[in-house]
């Protein structure tokens, strides 16, 4: 997109998005109405499509897959360069669940105008409506990580025998700790791979072999150990006393 970390930190979202619905995007990640806690964390993930503005103002193709995760919105972005530009006039959202519910958030905010308008509608102030899009049970743990890619790395060599157990993890979420026993600072440049059950360490690593060969959303379930050996000079846990943790990976 041409664009530096630099020049993107602490601009909005909207602010390159090329279609015009750039102002219903906020909504997604709204404030809720008030008979939901406020620090509630929805445990939803979402994919839209979208065109976004490259750093000569020509209009991309984008799949954005998004989800909140410790007080964050997380934006996974994916170009299509090669699609012929169309124009977007309504912000549609499929929610990554079992159903893969879509919201057309556009028509929904005309329609909401439309009642607004209508005399025999009555509006409290300050009531704070929006979309009403489905949250899912804030009791789902959920963690976001983010590994090296094995096709951009330059190996150090004191980091080769480390990648035996699959690519590093260069950046983790504090909600690792609920899910895990281990934190944030004990698993950056920790191989992902030994957070993994033995059991599925085969499946884990075959997802990450489909991940570089599809375009699409992809999942897999598999599970991690409660208590990795993450820290050097600790003593490992046998596996056969070492709960399983079930995740869902996006």
Same mark, same amino acid.
């Given at each position: ?58 209009? *991309? ?13 997380? *934006? ?6 090669? *699609? ?11 929610? %990554? /669940? ?34 009403? %899009? ?18 951009? *790395? ?63 959303? %992809? ?14 000079? /600790? ?14 990976? %996006?």
């Amino acid at each position: 997109m041409g664009y530096t970390p630099a020049y993107m930190i602490s601009r909005r979202a909207r602010d390159f998005i090329a279609d015009p619905f750039e102002g219903d995007y906020p909504q997604v990640f709204g404030s809720k109405y008030d008979c939901q806690e406020a620090e509630e964390d929805e445990a939803n993930a979402y994919v839209m499509y979208m065109n976004i503005k490259n750093l000569c103002g020509t209009p *991309v193709l984008h799949r954005i897959t998004t989800f909140k995760c410790d007080n964050c919105v997380l *934006v996974i972005g994916m170009a299509f360069p090669e *699609v012929p530009f169309r124009g977007r006039h309504e912000l549609e959202v499929q929610m %990554l /669940d079992g159903a893969m519910k879509r919201f057309n958030i556009t028509k929904q905010n005309q329609q909401e105008s439309a009642m607004l308008q209508d005399d025999r509608v009555t509006v409290v102030e300050g009531s704070g409506r929006r979309v009403q %899009l489905y949250y899912a049970p804030s009791r789902q743990v959920k963690v976001a990580l983010v590994l090296e890619s094995p096709a951009a *790395v330059l190996e150090p060599a004191d980091e080769s025998d480390r990648r035996q157990n699959g690519p590093l993890i260069v950046f983790v979420t504090g909600s690792v700790s609920r899910l895990i026993d281990a934190d944030t600072s004990d698993l950056l440049r920790f191989p992902f791979l030994k957070l993994v059950a033995p059991e599925d360490v085969l499946r884990a690593t075959r997802f990450f072999e489909r991940l570089g060969e599809s375009q699409d959303v %992809l999942f897999e379930t598999f599970s991690l150990v409660q208590r990795p050996h993450v820290i050097d000079g /600790d003593v490992a846990v046998a596996d056969e006393n070492n709960a399983r943790v079930l995740v869902e990976c %996006l």
